[in-house]
């Protein structure tokens, strides 16, 4: 038999194909059977990608379509700014918060070894002829891949294969940061923009004629912005190196808070280019902030006060019905999410504000949330400067990215609530959350967008209009902060009763019992499921293209393949719809790996 | 002078009443063991202690408090009294320090570094300094009740109560809870200890008490009760654990 000759016993990699995949008749079988599918399937997806009926122009040209639609071009500055953003904090928190983990040179090798042999595999299995239909319905077969080509791939790889299969085991003692290596090789894959070559469009300067040769480097316009941003991660990783060699404390608090507001602040700020009027900060954002920062102050001072505490009800009551008669009230928005605020305010102060250093903390907070939440809605409520032809800023990419993000983090607090609500002692509360719960979750989404589209201003009061993205916003955070609120209460109920004990047992309020003991377990016991949700919502939010928002997917699918300037591109859905998948496809895997191994570090308190 | 004053304690489940009035008192520094078949009612007992079970006849009188329905006192009481549970109940998704830290410094409204300082004393005081940064899953049963005990200890209650605190614990882990518990009695904390473990209750114990049906049976010195039971419950009972 050949499954015991010398081979497959004493090589260790023999050993493992034998036991794994040949270790019986039948999974033998199973073995072939699935290698020939998938080396079936993968044939098969080549040649229709090689194709030389696809016409990949029509992706590689219109990708700043794809990204920002109709973003005008002499604001492009900010979306780099937004990106840059985002990478700079990344670059300061991978710093930070480097594990200090390593990898051996030997380590390094191994992984290229296998990334090398697999192209070597599946350039070696690639077909080499395809079929095109011709226009007279005959077949015609046509080469695809060139053998001097494949051999141009072919030899170098697996030239590099055995190189650094016989490199794994050099045993050299250095050991490489993974942090770092990991840095590299995000550099190694922005230098590649200046040197891979695939086919793109461009137009000569009067913007009528292309050029002639289609061949550029990938992203031509890009690599100059994307190698500065690169450069800043770099700064700023080494700048979160030194405050983490410093044992700079603060910063483990500031780097998440940073991550939360990031997103609000490009949104609001960089990415809008909002129109702020001198008068209206006068007359509503400065007078906000000094009454509500007076309130707070007075309500800080003295939540300890005895003689105050006799009142607790009727001021709580109090404070409860000027927040629904500002919102009665027509006042400026600032007033009604200020109130929102300082209702919370309400709710921690007695837990926190107890001693003189704990108030005087509690106040600085207070203040700076003043400020910054102040500064956000003025941003965000004001018009923009910027002009576009489909009236909106969004669009593409950065509408899909703006309806998963603030789906998220309107949602998770949402649910948040709405979970606390349906589990809590109080009948009406219980009540009007099951409620909403289940009246939301019992419609499809699909029918809420349209319900959102047509007749959300039916329902609002006279004179009060929101711009449909607002609208969809809206409703998005009820819809997934439904769902959540399930997940979060099976979570709840997932908590043992001993663990209330305990709380009680050593003195805890019940606030403090939900929200340092109860909810922190029940939130870690549904990590998978609520990242399940989110990946959920970011492809989810490709159905606002029904409502007519002009999200990734709608550009994909009806903009582009009714292009006819400068080439004509009227048709090509396939090529929109396979790079779609990939794009989508590459966001998820990325999330849903951070998530696991994020999930493992939280872990670590399970047995 | 005693802390603790029981008079006519009754509390029923439903229809079923698991305490028939129990009258007692524990004196400050005084170390009290109760002992007594399943389901005789002790672990309702001294959870009516710190209202975790709520009892509804008779009156309860801890440290000059009665415990009523009024929330501030039930948090003022629960303050000074601290609980051991069988299953010990740490809170899995904080460290051993944390654990410890985080009642001094969100009911007591201590300093970070100053609720450490004693978290450390005490962790010394129960023998397992070096597990401080561990996570409570990664821990021996014995080395966890014995966290939860200096998590109990770390609000500085004036007495403390011991549901069978050794009893979901192998053998050889039994002696070092139980030589922690020896030495809190020895620094004159104020304990009630509902266990099984004769040898515990013969040499620390001030007084031994046996429940039986919802109702105290027996009351009698260490001595006494084990050598000379005034009631024949407790004989067989004695027969039956020794
Ligand atoms: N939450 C509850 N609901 C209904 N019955 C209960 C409840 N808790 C306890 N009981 C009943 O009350 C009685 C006394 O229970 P308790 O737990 O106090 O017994 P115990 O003396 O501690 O027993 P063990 O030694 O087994 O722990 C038992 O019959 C039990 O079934
Ligand atoms: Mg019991």
């Not at chain 1, 055995?162 to 050991?175: G, P, S, T």
């Not at chain 1, 469009?201 to 941003?229: H, K, N, Q």
């Not at chain 1, 006060?305 to 500002?326: A, D």
């Not at chain 1, 007033?335 to 250093?357: G, H, N, Q």
């Amino acid at each position: 038999m050949i499954r015991d000759s010398k081979f497959f016993i004493e090589n260790p990699y023999g050993r493992w194909v034998r036991d794994n995949l040949f270790s019986s008749s039948s999974s033998a079988f199973l073995t072939f059977f699935a290698g020939f599918m998938v080396i079936y399937s993968y044939r098969g997806i080549v040649g229709f990608i090689l194709n030389p009926e696809r016409m990949w122009t029509s992706v590689t040209y219109n990708m700043k379509l794809y990204m920002i639609l109709a973003y005008p071009d002499e604001a492009m500055i900010r979306v780099w700014l937004s990106v840059g953003l985002a990478l700079i904090l990344g670059g300061l928190s991978i710093g930070f918060y480097n594990s200090g983990k390593t990898i051996s040179l030997g380590g390094i090798f191994q992984k290229l070894f296998t990334i090398s042999a697999v192209i070597a595999i599946l350039i070696a299995l690639a077909p080499t002829n395809t079929n095109v239909i011709q226009n007279d319905g005959s077949i015609e077969v046509v080469e695809i891949i060139p053998q001097d080509v494949r051999m141009l791939i072919l030899v170098p790889s697996l030239v590099l294969t055995l190189a650094f299969f016989f490199l794994r085991n050099v045993k050299i003692k250095n050991l490489f940061n993974t942090a770092k290596v990991n840095l590299t090789y995000f550099g190694l894959i922005i230098a590649s923009l200046y040197f891979i070559k695939i086919p793109t469009i461009s137009l000569d300067s009067s913007g009528e004629r292309i050029i002639p040769d289609p061949f550029l480097p990938i992203a031509s316009t890009t690599y100059i912005p994307w190698t500065i941003l690169y450069v800043g991660m770099l700064l700023f990783f080494f700048i979160g190196s030194l405050l983490k060699n410093r044992d700079i404390k603060i910063m483990a608090r500031l780097i998440p808070i940073s991550w939360f507001l990031c997103p609000l602040f490009i949104f609001s700020w960089i990415f809008k280019k909002p129109l702020v009027e001198l008068n209206t900060v006068f007359s509503a954002d400065i007078p906000s902030i000094l009454v509500f920062g007076v309130i707070g102050f007075l309500i800080i001072r003295f939540s300890d006060n005895e003689s105050v505490g006799v009142y607790r009800t009727p001021i709580n009551i109090g404070f409860l019905v000027l927040s629904i008669v500002v919102f009665l009230l027509p006042l400026v928005f600032i007033f009604k999410a200020t109130m929102v605020l300082l209702l919370l305010l309400l709710i921690v102060s007695p837990a926190i504000a107890t001693t003189k250093e704990g108030k005087r903390q509690l106040f600085i907070v207070w203040v700076v949330s003043l400020f910054v939440l102040t500064f956000l809605i003025r941003g965000a409520s004001s018009d923009t400067m910027l002009v576009t032809p489909t009236g909106s800023i969004f669009g593409g990419f950065s509408l899909t990215w703006l309806l998963a993000i603030f789906g998220t983090y309107a949602s998770f607090p949402l649910g948040l609530a709405l979970a606390l609500g349906r589990t809590s002692t109080l009948p009406v509360i219980r009540i009007i959350c099951t409620g909403i719960i289940e009246i939301v979750r019992s419609v499809p989404y699909i029918t809420w967008l349209f319900f959102a589209s047509v007749m959300l201003t039916v329902f609002l009061p006279a004179g009060v209009e929101f711009n449909l993205i607002i609208r969809v916003l809206i409703l998005t955070a009820f819809f997934s902060g439904a769902y959540f609120a399930e997940y979060i209460r099976g979570g709840l109920q997932s908590i043992p009763k001993g663990q209330y004990e305990a709380a009680n047992a050593i003195g805890m309020n019940p606030f403090q019992r939900i929200f340092l003991v109860i909810v922190p377990q029940a939130l870690r016991t549904i990590i998978p499921t609520l990242v399940g949700s989110v990946i959920t919502s970011f492809k989810d939010s490709s159905l606002v293209a029904i409502i007519g928002l002009f999200d990734i997917l709608r550009i994909g699918t009806s903009v582009i393949p009714a292009q006819s300037q400068p080439v004509v591109f009227i048709g090509r859905n396939l090529e929109q719809l396979v790079f779609l998948s990939f794009f989508f496809w590459v966001f998820t895997f990325v999330f849903s790996r951070r998530s696991m191994k994020f999930e493992k570090r939280l872990g670590l308190g399970e047995r | 002078m005693s802390i603790i004053k029981t008079v006519d304690v009754k509390k029923w489940f439903g229809d079923f009443q698991a305490l028939k009035g129990i009258s007692m008192e524990v004196a400050e520094g005084e170390v009290l063991v109760i002992c007594g078949p399943s389901g005789s009612g002790k672990s309702t007992f001294i959870r009516c202690i710190n209202r975790l079970e709520q009892h509804q006849e008779g009156e309860i009188v801890v440290d000059g408090i009665e415990l009523t329905n009024d929330l501030k006192n039930i948090e003022a009481i629960r303050s000074e009294v601290g609980m051991v549970f069988q299953s010990f109940n740490l809170f899995p998704h904080l460290t051993v320090m944390q654990n410890i830290t985080l009642a001094p410094i969100w009911v007591r409204k201590k300093s970070r570094s100053e609720s450490e300082e004693k978290a450390m004393e005490l962790l010394e005081r129960v023998g397992i300094p070096e597990q401080a940064q561990k996570f409570p899953g990664q821990l021996s049963g014995g080395q966890q009740q014995r966290v939860a005990i200096a998590r109990a200890l770390a609000m500085e209650p004036k007495i403390m109560l011991f549901d069978e605190p050794t009893s979901a614990l192998d053998p050889e882990m039994i002696k070092e809870v139980l030589d922690a518990m020896k030495e809190l009695a020895e620094s004159g904390m104020t304990m009630i200890v509902v266990t099984h473990e004769m040898g515990f209750a013969k040499e620390v114990a001030d007084r031994v008490m046996l429940f039986d049906e919802g109702l105290m049976v027996e009351e009698n010195t260490p001595n006494e009760f084990f050598d000379n039971p005034k009631n024949d419950r407790t004989k067989l009972f004695l027969s039956q654990i020794l």
